[in-house]
């Protein structure tokens, strides 16, 4: 089966390019707010709000990790991040299907953006994103038990739903009146986006103002990155775009596209006076993460078309992707690599007395018998 291979080259991929998932590790918010609410709040931490939304899957995880001694944490965290990479992987390659499917997957550990999401509990919402999209334009191959649980699990983890709402609407729509069908994931997104935007409204999560807006230059910008930056990125995109107008799943891509470019333009509205982090590179991948995924899931939905059009588009467009984001980012460790390490030794050491546990990305803990308490929060 294909999507066997796709999860074996994505994970395959993915620890070739981030080797510090292993000795596993912690990463921000991992423990700061899931692992220490799953703690003192127990299943009610499942309907904590953290950044203005909810998170089911790594409270999920967080919760599963109590099961087990606390000093196996890390490593309870990072079997879960592997089964929903693997997962989502799988989702993509059966939606996809054949060869192009198999590297589709691999689109969530090539995709540019990729080096701060991948590889943490904390940061799997922008997996699961491009994933449940997908699922819900172009669900083939998954029975419709595992696409509500997906969706089920990826609507509710993350403020996605919100951005995609319209194309999750359309498909809603479409299917029922053109096949007389109900398009399960689209129907739990758009049941689940209304949640996460009242949750957004309650508890927001913006950033201090720095300067003047600058919203046409920043729109530019995050485009530029998603698809490799420079002139290379106006002919992945424009490559893309062509694909659109040719082919059997020609709307799919058009619906994959409209929610990228929707998507960019909430994080414009958001970061337009902050944006000196789309400048330096800090911290700031992820805003463009899930834009890189889709532009390679588009190149590679194009590669399946029939016509020599869209699949030539396709396949240069994907070249151009993948080379792109290797030449700039390479195979070398991630900037936090070795950090965070000794969790096991901490844990132990807190029975005695109160230990302070530091790890990536420069956050700190407070450890007394095997309780998490909050000591540092990021500069």
């Given at each position: 089966?294909?999507?066997?291979?796709?999860?074996?080259?994505?994970?395959?991929?993915?620890?070739?390019?981030?080797?510090?998932?292993?000795?596993?590790?912690?990463?921000?918010?991992?423990?700061?707010?899931?692992?220490?609410?799953?703690?003192?709040?127990?299943?009610?931490?499942?309907?904590?709000?953290?950044?203005?939304?909810?998170?089911?899957?790594?409270?999920?995880?967080?919760?599963?990790?109590?099961?087990?001694?606390?000093?196996?944490?890390?490593?309870?965290?990072?079997?879960?991040?592997?089964?929903?990479?693997?997962?989502?992987?799988?989702?993509?390659?059966?939606?996809?299907?054949?060869?192009?499917?198999?590297?589709?997957?691999?689109?969530?550990?090539?995709?540019n953006?990729?080096?701060?999401?991948?590889?943490?509990?904390?940061?799997?919402?922008?997996?699961?994103?491009?994933?449940?999209?997908?699922?819900?334009?172009?669900?083939?191959?998954?029975?419709?038990?595992?696409?509500?649980?997906?969706?089920?699990?990826?609507?509710?983890?993350?403020?996605?739903t919100?951005?995609?709402?319209?194309?999750?609407?359309?498909v809603?729509?479409?299917?029922?009146?053109?096949?007389?069908?109900?398009?399960?994931?689209?129907?739990?997104?758009?049941?689940?986006?209304?949640?996460?935007?009242?949750?957004?409204?309650?508890?927001?999560?913006?950033?201090?103002?720095?300067?003047?807006?600058?919203?046409?230059?920043?729109?530019?910008?995050i485009?530029?990155?998603?698809?490799?930056?420079?002139?290379v990125?106006?002919?992945?995109?424009?490559?893309?775009?062509?694909?659109?107008?040719?082919?059997t799943?020609?709307?799919?891509r058009?619906?994959?596209?409209?929610?990228?470019?929707?998507?960019?333009?909430?994080?414009?509205?958001?970061?337009?006076?902050?944006?000196?982090?789309?400048?330096?590179?800090?911290?700031?991948?992820?805003?463009?993460?899930?834009?890189?995924?889709?532009?390679?899931?588009?190149g590679?939905?194009?590669?399946?078309?029939?016509?020599?059009?869209?699949?030539?588009?396709?396949?240069?467009?994907?070249?151009?992707?993948?080379?792109?984001?290797?030449?700039?980012?390479?195979?070398?460790?991630?900037?936090?690599?070795?950090?965070?390490?000794?969790?096991?030794?901490?844990?132990?050491?807190?029975?005695?007395?109160?230990?302070?546990?530091?790890?990536?990305?420069?956050?700190?803990?407070?450890?007394?018998?095997?309780?998490?308490?909050?000591?540092?929060?990021?500069?």
């Amino acid at each position: 089966m294909n999507w066997i291979a796709s999860v074996i080259i994505t994970l395959a991929i993915l620890y070739l390019r981030a080797p510090d998932i292993w000795p596993a590790r912690f990463w921000a918010e991992d423990l700061y707010a899931f692992l220490i609410q799953a703690q003192h709040d127990g299943i009610f931490s499942l309907f904590q709000s953290y950044a203005g939304y909810l998170h089911t899957v790594p409270r999920l995880i967080s919760l599963a990790s109590l099961a087990f001694p606390i000093r196996y944490a890390p490593e309870v965290f990072l079997f879960f991040v592997l089964f929903f990479t693997g997962w989502s992987a799988s989702i993509i390659a059966r939606s996809i299907g054949g060869f192009a499917g198999i590297l589709a997957g691999a689109a969530l550990v090539l995709a540019n953006g990729w080096v701060e999401p991948i590889g943490s509990v904390t940061n799997l919402q922008w997996l699961l994103a491009p994933t449940l999209l997908l699922l819900a334009i172009r669900a083939g191959g998954i029975s419709k038990a595992e696409g509500i649980v997906f969706a089920l699990l990826a609507s509710t983890s993350g403020p996605f739903t919100i951005a995609f709402a319209p194309a999750y609407l359309f498909v809603l729509a479409n299917d029922f009146l053109k096949r007389r069908e109900i398009n399960a994931p689209a129907l739990i997104a758009v049941a689940s986006a209304p949640i996460q935007l009242i949750e957004v409204m309650l508890y927001p999560n913006n950033p201090t103002p720095h300067g003047g807006s600058d919203a046409a230059w920043l729109f530019g910008r995050i485009l530029e990155l998603s698809a490799g930056g420079g002139l290379v990125a106006i002919l992945a995109i424009a490559l893309c775009v062509i694909s659109v107008f040719f082919g059997t799943h020609k709307l799919q891509r058009a619906l994959l596209i409209g929610s990228s470019l929707l998507l960019t333009a909430i994080v414009v509205a958001k970061f337009r006076h902050d944006t000196d982090i789309f400048i330096t590179g800090l911290v700031a991948d992820r805003y463009w993460y899930v834009q890189g995924v889709i532009w390679l899931l588009v190149g590679l939905s194009a590669v399946r078309e029939s016509g020599p059009i869209p699949k030539i588009a396709g396949a240069i467009a994907v070249a151009i992707l993948v080379t792109s984001n290797i030449y700039a980012s390479g195979l070398s460790p991630r900037p936090w690599f070795n950090a965070g390490g000794g969790w096991a030794d901490a844990v132990e050491q807190s029975y005695s007395s109160p230990v302070r546990f530091e790890y990536a990305p420069d956050w700190a803990v407070r450890l007394e018998s095997g309780v998490v308490f909050r000591d540092k929060y990021p500069r």
